[in-house]
């Protein structure tokens, strides 16, 4: 023992109770429901990081998420931490200090590149549209003559207002204004067409808690050859060395020499998105995408029966994963959230950053992109929305 | 379907074919194996990062953590990524460009932290011991006094080379001369006598997958209040928001705001954190100490017998949870963990960075911490000598 040295801190008696962790439909914006067999794989034994057991699973979620992101791209592997980490790993390793940057904000996540952007001292400029509002072609490429940057990110799934934005064409003005092509795909990966050697896109981040099923804690991330070439050329070291794209390239095997120790990659987590990502290749991902369609349509004629009205106005840019619904006028949009949790346990959640307030959004990920899930949450919503206007009238 | 665009890359087989997870006992220097009750909590369903039953979870781990710290800093919790992580958030919060930092080194995490503080634009000064030395409290003193550095940082437990740092009377030292004090922990909190307040350490981190028996993913961290006053003050922000001390101290409930949305936190992780925080709570802090240094008595004594040394002379900074062994002269390392593994399924490491090579690793943490386990570990070492030796005279 510590001889007779006191315990200034003693043991706490909350952790001698049971934790509670209930059962809930979770059709929010993320994370969705793990299916069973993910669950599963979250309790298999645990291995080594550096073990050739580990490292095949590795090569396993490489190829898997070559598939879904559509690409031949070497550098494509998973980020040990949640989107957001997958993000700052994609900015540190192309960004310098100085370079003009360019980024399309018409929500909370084009808000928080450009943050990044300012904190990693890149000259940051935005493109500003209207929240639910996607950008045109048109504007992208005057807003690229105008700034010249270095660097042009957008958000294909805007997942605080439900905009799908089109990335068709966009690859091809950035390169040939010698920008590199950032996409941020976290809500939209898996559940929406996603091309990335064809659309020209030069690094793209996304996360396992969304389409992919799996709990949160990786980020898949990818990067093109020109991507490489940029950071190659950085003249400053990144400032991290968890995210320094040499070390991760050699611990994924993406480059030619023998796989070194680089940091303890969260081997729970990587069993499940290997298999999040093997339920994605035995559907098919063309399947994938069609059955993420095919809920978001049955959600919205739903609505349309209900008297609700989707955010965003053009069906074209209408994101199937995640669906912002309007709040009618004199509707307590809270009041609806937690009467349909506490009596349902289904989650839909309020807006997020500039939609908060004015939006319900609906969640159709992965395992609960299904049509049971579409009549169930369109029953609690319609059961949520006459409490609502009860109690109101009392 | 996408019209009749063809899929350029198409499902790999690979992810057709089922994963290959065999149970191992993990006596290397982490992760160690992962208790049942942890494994199971890693199965439960996914919640929702800003539920209530999630932040409940996160103040238990908060609770938690300040027991095996010793610590009252409101400013306790766990960072979304490996340890390594941890250690990136602690340094990207306390230090700014320009300032001189003091790292002590012996091993592959001294040189780690020198290495991060150069890419954040620290000026790094490095109080250099050979692998396997302890500090002494006069050097470090003395090397203080030199450079009269902001931040001085050392590792208590060295698990590329078995080294338990005394840290008793360096606080005073550092805080005599305003500078703040920070420890890497990643190896020994759980397993030895640690007391944050009592020793005045200003930041310290830690993993999940040692002592504490989690998976790895999630970074326990605690700040002082010095370290706060020292954050408050920069003047550059945090080159990350991912990491950024302000929204992670929102986020974990530890200011007075009401807890805002950050990143979507591995809320399984949290759950086997939390889990593995309450099997330290059961056994208690002291027991659990007190565990660990009998297993390594156990594995000294079984070492002995069998000619072999370890390589940490003194015994008083011997590091119960890894103890590093030197390899005999004629003795080829690599066959003896190859043996081990193909024929018991037991891990069994190397050296790393400055000691590979030249010892073995052998891990006695959390779980796997008990007399059982030093008697297999033994068995099996003297076996894979006695392979080692025969098949080099054929």
Chains 1, 2 share one sequence.
């Not at 998420?65 to 993000?87: D, I, P, R, W």
């Not at 064409?169 to 795909?185: A, E, K, M, P, T």
Request: glycine content about 10%; proline content about 6%.
């Amino acid at each position: 023992m510590v001889g007779n040295k006191s315990m200034a801190v003693s043991s706490p008696k909350e952790l001698l109770l049971p934790m509670i962790v209930p059962q809930k439909l979770l059709m929010g914006p993320g994370p969705s429901n793990v299916p069973p067999r993910i669950l599963a794989a979250g309790a298999l034994p645990i291995l080594g990081h550096m073990h050739p057991e580990t490292l095949k699973i590795m090569d396993d979620i490489k190829k898997g998420l070559q598939y879904v992101f559509q690409t031949k791209n070497e550098l494509t592997f998973a980020v040990s931490g949640s989107g957001h980490c997958g993000m700052e790993a994609a900015m540190m390793n192309l960004i310098e200090p100085g370079d003009v940057i360019l980024v399309a904000s018409n929500g909370i996540w084009g808000e928080r590149i450009a943050d990044l952007g300012k904190r990693l001292g890149a000259n940051v400029k935005v493109l500003q549209n209207p929240t639910g509002v996607a950008f045109s072609l048109k504007q992208i490429e005057q807003s690229i003559h105008v700034y010249k940057p270095a660097l042009f990110a957008i958000t294909h799934g805007e997942s605080s207002s439900g905009v799908l934005q089109p990335l068709q064409g966009i690859g091809n003005v950035c390169h040939r204004n010698d920008c590199l092509f950032l996409v941020d795909s976290v809500a939209s990966l898996g559940g929406v067409p996603m091309f990335v050697d064809e659309w020209g896109i030069d690094a793209i981040y996304s996360g396992s808690q969304k389409v992919l099923g799996a709990p949160p804690g990786t980020a898949p991330i990818s990067f093109s050859q020109r991507a490489i070439s940029k950071f190659k050329s950085k003249k400053i070291r990144v400032p991290s060395f968890y995210l320094d794209l040499n070390h991760l390239a050699n611990y994924w095997g993406c480059d030619a020499g023998p796989r070194r120790y680089h940091h303890t990659c969260p081997v729970t987590n990587l069993y499940q998105l290997r298999e999040g990502l093997a339920m994605v290749a035995e559907e098919g991902l063309e399947g994938c995408w069609e059955r993420h369609r095919a809920a978001a349509r049955s959600l919205y004629a739903g609505l349309e029966k209900l008297g609700l009205k989707l955010f965003v106005e053009d069906e074209a840019t209408r994101l199937p994963t995640v669906s912002a619904i309007l709040v009618p006028p004199g509707t307590d949009w809270k009041k609806v959230v937690v009467y349909v949790m506490q009596k349902y346990r289904i989650e839909i959640s309020g807006g997020l950053g500039p939609s908060a307030g004015k939006v319900w959004r609906i969640g159709l990920m992965g395992y609960n992109a299904n049509q049971d899930n579409v009549k169930r949450v369109l029953r609690v919503l319609e059961d949520g929305l006459n409490h609502s206007r009860t109690t109101s009238r009392l």
